[in-house]
T-cell receptor, first 112, second 113 residues
């Protein structure tokens, strides 16, 4: 167990629907990052939060949004889902010490 | 702009052969570089940090600022090394959580028995 918890592990939903992915960072980590990993595009950075505030945005679609709550867990909301949104969504956390990321196990989203 | 380049999408080597996974970066500041490994679409795991100069599972990586490279090496490949390997560049400020990380596109290492 890496300490970063992501739920659910698998999600199958229909096009046009909305889903919420949840991430609990490792204890003590203030930063949360969301990544999308698809077969054809590799690992794509979506968004970063630090202590509840958005810090950086990557290739995140307008249909997607995220937030980090006071208890530091984060949610990634995906709406108006399309087939192309099917991917693995990873959450990672880090702290202010000079270290790398700790990744969660990911949520595998399948849009049908 | 900050960029990480992993030129090989796939690298196939025979068991026991040496491995070198290439990573080049572009960054005007002082870089922090990492290697992550992902086995069979599982979560990414931190393999190496350049600042620690450690060897994990027989892998080493040396930062070459002149060539802006951080290649991952192992003298003798093992079947269990088969995985996706991502090079990553961390940059930005240490305080306030403003650090960002850019990942390369990854190299799939396939070790042939």
């Amino acid at each position: 167990d890496s300490g970063v918890t992501q739920t659910p592990k698998h999600l199958i939903t229909a096009t046009g629907q909305r889903v919420t992915l949840r991430c609990s960072p490792r204890s003590g980590d203030l930063s949360v990052y969301w990544y999308q990993q698809s077969l054809d595009q590799g690992l794509q950075f979506l968004i970063q939060y630090y202590n509840g505030e958005e810090r950086a945005k990557g290739n995140i679609l307008e249909r997607f949004s995220a937030q980090q709550f006071p208890d530091l867990h984060s949610e990634l909301n995906l709406s108006s889902l399309e087939l192309g949104d099917s991917a693995l969504y990873f959450c990672a956390s880090s702290n202010r010490v000079n270290y790398g990321y700790t990744f969660g196990s990911g949520t595998r989203l399948t849009v049908v | 702009a900050q960029r990480v380049t992993q030129p090989e999408k796939l690298l196939s080597v025979f068991k026991g052969a040496p491995v070198e996974l290439k990573c080049n970066y572009s960054y005007s500041g002082s870089p922090e570089l990492f290697w992550y490994v992902q086995y069979s679409r599982q979560r990414l795991q931190l393999l190496l940090r350049h600042i620690s100069r450690e060897s994990i599972k027989g892998f080493t990586a040396d930062l070459n600022k002149g060539e802006t490279s951080f290649h991952l090496k192992k003298p003798f490949a093992q079947e269990e090394d088969s995985a996706m390997y991502y090079c990553a560049l961390k940059y930005g400020w240490n305080s306030g959580g403003y650090q960002k990380v850019t990942f390369g596109t990854g190299t799939k290492l396939q070790v042939i028995p």
